[in-house]
């Protein structure tokens, strides 16, 4: 499976954004989805997933209540909204697919495959 990561820029504090992830290969929607974001000089920290089915969504405390994960694998596409954006969402953002298992589903290990990022700046 290839991610490509798409939909970053550059907004305003209180400013909205979607991230796209386009997957090609085969099994997309076997795999689980997931987001994770690298600021300069920090980890790279989890984000967001979602379960293959769609059917459980799992979200960092940080963007619970602003950001939102959803998939279409009639399209093979998973989905970022990110509102209300402020300047400590500022990062780049990456898609990762994986078959996790819930304990794991935070952990950047437990995804093996990864788009290569899409940058997103907040300004104040």
């Known amino acids: 499976v290839q991610l490509q990561a798409s939909g970053g820029g550059s907004v305003q504090t209180g400013g909205s954004l979607r991230l796209s992830c386009a997957a090609s290969?085969?099994?997309?929607?076997?795999?689980?989805m997931a987001w994770f974001r690298q600021a300069p000089g920090k980890e790279r920290e989890f984000v967001a997933a979602?379960?293959?089915?769609?059917?459980?969504?799992y979200y960092a405390d940080s963007v619970k209540g602003r950001f939102t994960i959803s998939r279409d694998n009639a399209k093979n596409i998973v989905y970022l909204q990110m509102i209300s954006l402020n300047p400590e969402d500022t990062a780049v953002y990456y898609c990762a697919g994986g078959r996790p298992i819930t304990s794991s589903i935070r952990e950047r290990e437990s995804y093996y495959y990864w788009g290569q990022g899409t940058l997103v700046t907040v300004s104040s």
């Open positions: 979602i379960r293959a089915n769609g059917g459980t969504r």
């Open positions: 290969g085969s099994s997309f929607s076997g795999y689980g």
